[in-house]
Each structure stands twice: as C-alpha cells, then as structure tokens.
C-alpha cells in the first residue's frame, strides 16, 4: 500500500522519499513511533519476502500432520 497524506502515520514519523513506514507488529492502526520503523522500499521488500518464504516452509513442514501430501 503506498503512503497517502491521510495515512496517520506520514504524521507520526517522518520518512523521506524512496522511504517505507514498516508496520512491525503487522497491525495498520498501531501507530506508534516504535512499531513504525523507517527503512528502504527494497529492505521492505526483502523483510516480507523473507516472512513469506517462513511461512510457506513452515506449511510444508507440518503438512503430514495434517493428513495432507506433499507431491
């Protein structure tokens, strides 16, 4: 989601151009200066990323226990 002015957090904490407000609980209505770390679009990126690939491991992971196949 791109940044709009009416966001709350472009108020919260400043963040200059090419700049990403992370939300770091997940949680879009927290907004406070500690949960809105600022960080390159390319750092962002890679961070979901990475999260992503986790969860996708993890499913694999825990497939059999749930009675599915991995094929």
């Given at each position: 989601?791109?940044?709009?002015?009416?966001?709350?957090?472009?108020?919260i904490v400043p963040a200059g151009p090419g700049m990403?407000?992370?939300?770091?609980?997940?949680?879009?209505?927290?907004?406070?200066?500690?949960?809105?770390?600022?960080?390159?679009?390319?750092?962002?990126?890679?961070?979901?990323?990475?999260?992503?690939?986790?969860g996708k491991l993890r499913k694999a992971l825990t497939?059999?226990?749930?009675?599915?196949?991995?094929?």
């Amino acid at each position: 989601m791109r940044d709009r002015k009416s966001d709350k957090h472009m108020t919260i904490v400043p963040a200059g151009p090419g700049m990403i407000r992370h939300h770091a609980d997940e949680d879009k209505s927290h907004n406070t200066v500690d949960n809105l770390p600022v960080m390159t679009r390319g750092a962002h990126t890679t961070l979901h990323n990475k999260t992503r690939e986790l969860g996708k491991l993890r499913k694999a992971l825990t497939m059999h226990k749930r009675g599915e196949k991995l094929y």
